[in-house]
């Protein structure tokens, strides 16, 4: 079965440091893999995706992604965290494998709390 | 463009009644998507619909259902509510072409049952 784990419940970081937000996936065959952030009551705002090409995957508010295919990773970063970054942040993965193509929903890990201090 | 919108945004009901919730997604979107929120089981997909049909089940029990209209605008419905339904209840929309597409969500529905 299709899977994503998020390793950590929580990240500390203070402002201003790299932040890297960690994702592991398994897949059968390609991954299309998608990373959100869900603020306080807020539904879940799309960050950026991997799909093909590119390893390194930039998206929204500075945010960046190594895609690594031997370590089954997605990893989410940015150079120089705010504290507005505070937030929920989920990876999910596109389960193509038991209905096919575009019929496949996606699969979210369990997220992980971000918390930039000042 | 206007995002995806849902409504209600909160809903109290009491156990046994039911609830239909409202969606409507991105002008051009053909899909619609429905998951539930809790923070027991994190988010669980319940069902997607393309062009009024169903293409795609979660592992929910039948008491939930839904419907897309012709205008891809889409409705959840949950009969008997149970106190385990409480859960903020997100809907996405896409495109509904291929497994790159972005999904879109809204800012849900939150629904307490008491």
């Known amino acids: 079965a299709q899977s994503v784990a998020q390793p950590e419940d929580q990240v500390n970081v203070a402002e201003g440091n790299p932040l890297t937000v960690k994702c592991t996936y398994s897949v059968s065959g390609n991954p299309y893999l998608f990373w959100y952030v869900q603020y306080p009551n807020r539904g879940l705002q799309f960050l950026l995706k991997y799909i093909t090409g590119d390893n390194l995957v930039k998206g929204s508010y500075g945010f960046e992604a190594e895609f690594n295919k031997s370590q089954t990773s997605f990893h989410l970063k940015k150079p120089s965290a705010l504290v507005s970054d505070s937030a929920l942040y989920f990876c999910?993965?596109?389960?193509?494998?038991?209905?096919?193509?575009?019929?496949?929903?996606?699969?979210f890990g369990k997220g992980t709390k971000l918390s930039v201090k000042p | 463009k206007a995002g995806v919108t849902q409504t209600p945004r909160y809903l109290i009901k009491t156990r046994g009644q039911q609830v239909t919730l409202s969606c409507s997604p991105i002008s051009g979107h053909r899909s619609v998507s429905w998951y539930q929120q809790t923070p027991g089981q994190g988010l669980q997909f319940l069902f997607e619909?393309?062009?009024?049909?169903?293409?795609n089940k979660g592992n929910f029990p039948g008491r939930f259902s839904g419907r897309q209209f012709s205008n891809s605008r889409s409705e959840m419905n949950v009969s008997t509510l149970e106190l385990g339904d409480s859960a903020l209840y997100l809907c996405a929309s896409r495109l509904g072409g291929g497994p790159q597409e972005t999904q879109y969500f809204g800012p849900g529905t939150r629904l307490l049952v008491l």
């Open positions: 999910a993965v596109r389960d193509i494998m038991n209905y096919g193509g575009s019929q496949g929903n996606l699969i």
């Open positions: 619909y393309f062009s009024e049909t169903q293409r």
